[in-house]
């Protein structure tokens, strides 16, 4: 019946509760982590540790068998003192995105785990005052890794300004439609119809961007 149907979910939601707060604490815990694996993530150094840690987390979580693990380096908008900004940025987050990718190859689960780098807008090519640049929704640039994604490659380009995307331009939509075909969804099966017209997570545009695909 309906009602035992929504006790019987209200249980399972307990219950994965429960096993989150009992494992989680462990799976969080990297000190048992070699030494050599944390040096791979940068951890022995001032400026890659913290984020090391939180993409050696990320493994960990990954190795879990965790479905969805968002990692977020902060402080990339900047809209002023960019070339210093970004090189300190860049020199944080370098190191550890590569030892993750490389620690999830090493144990065998790159390719069956999707790596996305990336943010929801790129720069402008011109100043923003004196050294700051705005957003750009005309041309962005994103990494992927494992997940059945064709290494080695160089996906679309801009003009020579690089200010609009010019070949193989790849919408949200169609980024969106890819990552779901990879999870062995059909985002077109998602649609649904709400206030007289059709809804999916793709907003009813998307495709699945097969050139990447290995």
Request: glycine letters at 10%; aromatic letters at 8%; a negative charge.
């Amino acid at each position: 019946s309906a009602g035992d149907s929504e006790l019987e979910a209200r249980i399972a939601s307990y219950e994965l509760a429960f096993r989150m707060q009992m494992e989680a604490p462990g799976v969080q815990d990297v000190s048992e982590e070699p030494e050599a694996v944390k040096k791979l993530y940068g951890m022995d150094q001032d400026n890659t540790r913290k984020f090391g840690e939180q993409c050696l987390m990320a493994r960990r979580f990954s190795e879990a068998g965790v479905r969805f693990i968002q990692v977020t380096h902060r402080y990339w908008d900047s809209h002023g003192n960019l070339r210093k900004e970004h090189a300190r940025l860049a020199g944080e987050m370098d190191k550890p995105v590569a030892g993750l990718i490389t620690d999830l190859k090493q144990r065998g689960l790159l390719d069956e785990t999707l790596v996305l780098w990336g943010g929801e807008f790129g720069r402008t090519p011109v100043a923003q005052g004196r050294d700051g640049r705005d957003h750009n929704p005309h041309a962005n640039t994103m990494f992927l890794a494992g997940g059945g994604i064709k290494p080695g490659i160089q996906y679309g380009a801009t003009d020579e300004y690089g200010y609009y995307a010019t070949e193989n331009r790849v919408h949200f939509h169609d980024l969106h439609a890819t990552i779901l075909h990879q999870l062995g969804i059909d985002h077109k099966k998602l649609t649904y119809s709400y206030a007289g017209r059709d809804f999916r997570l793709t907003d009813v545009h998307g495709r699945v961007v097969r050139d990447i695909l290995a």
